[in-house]
T-cell receptor, first 115, second 113 residues
Framework: EAGVAQSPRYKIIEKRQSVAFWCNPI?????LYWYQQILGQGPKLLIQ????????DSQLPKDRFSAERLKGVDSTLKIQPAKLEDSAVYLC?????????????FGPGTRLLVL | DQQVKQNSPSLSVQEGRISILNCDYT??????FLWYKKYPAEGPTFLIS?????DKNEDGRFTVFLNKSAKHLSLHIVPSQPGDSAVYFC????????????FGTGTRLKVLA
């Protein structure tokens, strides 16, 4: 079974530029998560989708971050404009239905460096 | 407000010995706990979990202990192997809302051959 796919793996941009990350979850998984992991910290949930609807975006900086999952399968996370403090690894995860005690499966992440 | 804390950023253990990784939490609503393991340039992978109705869960060389009164859990790896060298994250979830995971800051384990 294929795991969670993410691209690109690395991205370097200047501050104030825009960037987009793509995620393809495990086939059949209804729930998709985007996390931000800053160096030295644990992953922090940015947004959670159930199919193509948002169920939690309470920690998403909505003035600059946006995410969509239009057909309930793959998803895109965008930052516009980027700030220096956005340098982090962006992890995508998926789970079967988002039920309690369900395991989340993570992709390899996209490492973003903002200069 | 760090609800899940891993106070030891790093730990070194000799191969064959026991590794003990600790995690503390502050939110009494948490009732499901997990450990994830992360190698460099890879995403975290699920290792083991425990529900608050239990105080111990075992899976091969890995055992997680939960002390609800102390709001503390620990991961024991016996015996430790060089391939266990990785960053270990503790995470917690509550049975309310969206069941989201709250992660600790991680402990880097190095197993010395």
């Amino acid at each position: 079974e294929a795991g969670v796919a993410q691209s690109p793996r690395y991205k370097i941009i200047e501050k104030r530029q825009s960037v987009a990350f793509w995620c393809n979850p495990i086939s059949g998984h209804a729930t998709l998560y985007w996390y931000q992991q800053i160096l030295g910290q644990g992953p922090k949930l940015l947004i959670q989708f159930q199919n193509n609807g948002v169920v939690d975006d309470s920690q998403l900086p909505k003035d600059r971050f946006s995410a969509e999952r239009l057909k309930g399968v793959d998803s895109t996370l965008k930052i516009q404009p980027a700030k220096l403090e956005d340098s982090a690894v962006y992890l995508c995860a998926s789970s079967s239905s988002g039920a309690f005690q369900e395991t989340q499966y993570f992709g390899p992440g996209t490492r973003l460096l903002v200069l | 407000d760090q609800q899940v804390k891993q106070n030891s950023p790093s730990l070194s253990v000799q191969e064959g010995r026991i590794s003990i990784l600790n995690c503390d939490y502050t939110n009494s609503m948490f009732d499901y706990f997990l450990w994830y393991k992360k190698y460099p340039a890879e995403g975290p992978t699920f290792l083991i979990s425990i529900s608050s109705i239990k105080d111990k869960n075992e899976d091969g060389r890995f055992t997680v202990f939960l002390n609800k009164s102390a709001k503390h859990l620990s991961l024991h790896i016996v015996p430790s192997q060089p391939g266990d060298s990785a960053v270990y994250f503790c995470a917690a979830s509550a049975r309310t809302g969206t069941y989201k995971y709250i992660f600790g800051t991680g402990t880097r384990l190095k197993v010395l051959a």
